[in-house]
């Protein structure tokens, strides 16, 4: 038996860094190419190609990657997919087996020396697998013994809010309700997800101001659009068929505008990979108007936007502001204004890093347009200020009168496929009562109504050991949180940590006292259960609800589908549930008609999600409806610049994504959108600080945060320049998670503040 404990961080160890010129344009030749690549490795050639051909298909599966929308009416029969959708399906599908056998050979503590690449590429969880307390080696157990195993810790615990239930995006509605409809049967709100640590902010703010916490706009919406403005986010590597829709509006003479740090390539210019024709040749201009403003700096870049807006307005009365819409849908607009008048562009200007004459610029195109859509990503929610940053969007929207109508409106572009989706169906840690009462209602079974544990709030119960037990419905929880010590030391502290996944990862590695692997069916395969054949369903990031049917036989017959092992544990842990769990999961129609009863939106369920498409939820926002706010109309906001100010010698770190992965998964050790191949560990730098801090190009360098009195170290990165502004670096996640503070977090929203991490470097 070892005494030591498994590594939670990434191996330090650099894999030979080669540096290229950043490309002209993204998409094209290269990403078919490097897709293609994927899959002939992963799938083999013949499978390959049929299992694309039913990515995002009407009649095929959702791609387990981005919840970016797909086309209601005409989509490309080889081609609704993106080079980034090809390696996550070419990973699920992979002939890689993570057999008992596998974990026979191979010790926990070994395992967790390796990279978090390397552990991905190990492939699928054939069985599910136990580690005993104290035990080197997971070992075969059977499912009802998982099940039984569950149940005895869950149901020794003091209270049911010493237990925690994870979810992952990935989840599907109906695995997602009845996870959340077991866990508040079992008596807690600890119902944590990955929202909480990526668009909480936006959820919050669009639902103080809109009266709901999802974005407006339909994928349409783009071929009507005058202005879209890319703010805080990188859709050439996180949502890639994004692009097609902004070509779209390029088409229609609509104009772009894109607000950033680093200038992305995909956003700059692109070549269709749906289109042949345009594989060579001249790419498509995308940005017309790029602002490169510091990390953080957004608030005050809008605010100045605003004040320009307003000085027109006052010169010209009219000339700017929707009056109409104001005085019928808002509330708020004096304040606002009143708040503008307190700052002076004198005193903002210096916080965003870009000239005046090019935040004239945008003004002028944000004045002399009417239907005006913002999209923005990670890149506004992980600050301090994230929720000040979406309400100050929305004011911008509200002054145009740009919400509410065709071409214009709220984009938050959402990760995982399915994360919206998993919050309609109630994973969320503060349930409205009127869902409670639909619950109890439908179940016969009184809900908790004190609210349950958040993401940070979870870590710091497990980590002062008022948590027990940690149940992850897919994810990779280690590497997607912050602090990555100290949320480790929280998972340790367990008695049973509980992981429901597709493949092998770092959580599984990184357990409490006692652990257990639950692999599941992915959304690529085909999903027997006692009626028969079953399809799931999902909802994108613009509010449809669609079916995902897989096609390939499952890649171990030891394999449950994700609803079938929640009625497997919902059976071992509730005594007393009159909740037939057993009769639900024998067929999923009888899932979606209590998910009908429940939530309002799902009106004929099964008929509806069997329409080729799908069908689109209710949208108060996108109706120009605001009768859900507070003040029953859509509400201006007063918000507050970036209060964080560098010392001499400090930088401000944001930690980013690879091109070669999607969120914790790695697909592979190549960034070539930012000219980086073969290294994870770098930190991107600019070339005048470089300069100052006396660094050369891949000096070897360790990086301490700091917040408050508090430092942590991650040692080992290579510095790369870059154009990226003064004072600002950015590295890769998961690897520089461990800077991240779990304190350092936006206000209301809790998200942790993964972009504004205040660092020092040091030259080894």
């Not at 029969?77 to 990973?91: M, P, R």
């Not at 772009?256 to 498509?284: A, C, H, R, Y």
């Amino acid at each position: 038996m070892s005494t030591k404990k498994p590594t939670a961080l990434p191996p330090e160890k650099l894999t030979g860094i080669k540096l290229i010129d950043v490309p002209s344009s993204s998409a094209g030749i290269k990403a078919i190419t490097s897709a293609l690549t994927h899959i002939k490795n992963e799938v083999g050639v013949i499978k390959g190609i049929r299992l694309l051909s039913k990515i995002n298909q009407k009649d095929g599966f959702d791609c387990p990657g981005c919840a970016w929308p797909d086309p209601d009416e005409k989509r490309a029969f080889l081609a609704e997919y993106c080079e980034n959708g090809a390696k996550a399906i070419s990973e699920e599908a992979t002939k890689n087996r993570v057999s008992p056998l596998f974990f026979a050979t191979h010790s926990v503590q070994e395992l967790s020396k390796l990279s978090d690449y390397e552990i991905g590429k190990s492939g699928r969880i054939t069985h599910p697998m136990y580690l005993p307390e104290g035990a080197d080696n997971y070992e075969e157990i059977s499912w009802q013994n998982a099940f039984n195993l569950i149940g005895k810790e869950l149901n020794s615990l003091n209270s049911p809010d010493e237990a925690i239930f994870y979810t992952s995006g990935r989840t599907s509605n109906e695995a997602a309700f009845l996870y959340q409809l077991f866990v508040r049967q079992f008596g807690t709100n600890n119902l944590p997800d990955c929202s909480n640590m990526c668009h909480e902010s936006s959820g919050v703010a669009l639902s103080e101001t809109l009266g709901i916490g999802k974005g407006s706009v339909t994928l349409d919406d783009f071929n009507h659009a005058d202005l879209v403005i890319v703010i805080g986010q990188n859709p050439g590597t996180n949502h890639p068929r994004m692009l097609s829709a902004l070509e779209g509006t390029k088409k229609k003479g609509g104009k772009i505008i894109t607000i950033n740090p680093l200038p992305e390539v995909g956003l700059m210019s692109f070549k269709d990979p749906q289109n042949p024709l345009k594989w060579i040749g001249k790419d498509e201009d995308l940005t017309d108007l790029f602002l490169q403003v510091k990390i953080n700096g957004d608030v005050a870049l809008l605010k100045i936007i605003l004040k320009l807006m307003k000085e027109k307005e006052d010169a010209e009365p009219n000339s700017v502001f929707n009056h109409q819409f104001i005085k019928e849908k808002t509330a708020g607009i004096n304040e606002l204004l009143k708040d503008l008048d307190a700052y002076s562009i004198e005193e903002l200007l210096p916080q965003t890093g870009v000239s005046l004459n090019e935040i004239k610029d945008a003004t002028k195109l944000i004045i002399n347009n009417e239907k005006i859509i913002v999209c923005w990503a990670m890149g506004l929610t992980q600050h301090k200020n994230a929720v000040d940053n979406i309400r100050e969007i929305v004011n911008l929207l509200l002054l145009k009168g740009s919400i509410g109508k065709k071409g214009a409106g709220t984009c938050p572009v959402r990760g995982h496929s399915n994360v919206q989706g998993d919050r309609t169906m109630g994973i969320w840690e503060k349930p409205k009562d009127s869902f409670l009462d639909n619950l109890e209602k439908e179940f016969s079974f009184k809900a908790p109504r004190n609210h349950g544990l958040d993401v940070v709030d979870a870590i710091e119960a497990m980590h002062k050991k008022e948590a027990k037990v940690f149940i992850g419905m897919g994810g990779n929880f280690i590497s997607a949180t912050p602090d990555t010590a100290f949320t480790a030391e929280a998972l340790q502290n367990c008695n049973l940590t509980v992981q429901i996944s597709t493949k092998l990862n770092r959580s599984h590695l990184i357990t409490g006292k006692k652990a257990l692997i639950l692999p599941c069916l992915g959304r690529s395969e085909k999903d027997f259960q006692a009626a028969g054949e079953q399809f799931v369903s999902v909802e994108n990031s613009m509010g449809v609800v669609h079916q995902s049917n897989g096609n390939l036989n499952p890649s171990s017959l030891e394999l449950l589908s994700e609803p079938a092992i929640v009625a497997g544990i919902a059976n071992a842990v509730l005594k007393n549930t009159t909740t037939n769990w057993s009769k639900l999961v024998s067929n999923y129609d009888l899932i979606r008609t209590k998910i009908e009863a429940t939530i309002p939106g799902f009106e004929n369920y099964n008929e509806r999600v069997r329409i080729k498409g799908g069908f689109y939820l209710p949208n108060n926002a996108r109706e120009n409806n605001y009768t859900p706010t507070k003040t029953g109309k859509a509400n201006f906001s007063i918000n507050r610049p970036s209060k964080i100010a560098l010392e001499r010698n400090q930088f401000m770190m944001m930690t980013i994504r690879t091109h070669d992965q999607y969120n914790t998964t790695i697909y592979g050790l190549d960034d070539r959108y930012r000219g980086v191949l073969n290294e994870r560990r770098i930190i991107f730098m600019n070339k005048e600080d470089m300069k100052n801090q006396q660094l050369q190009k891949l000096d070897l360098v360790d990086l301490t945060s700091h917040f408050n009195t508090e430092k942590r170290v991650a040692k080992g990165f290579l510095v790369v320049p870059y154009d990226i502004p003064r004072q600002c670096t950015a590295t890769y996640f998961p690897e520089a998670n461990i800077l991240v503070p779990l304190k350092s977090k936006a206000d209301i929203s809790n998200t942790p503040a993964s972009k504004t991490v205040i660092i020092t470097i040091k030259k080894r």
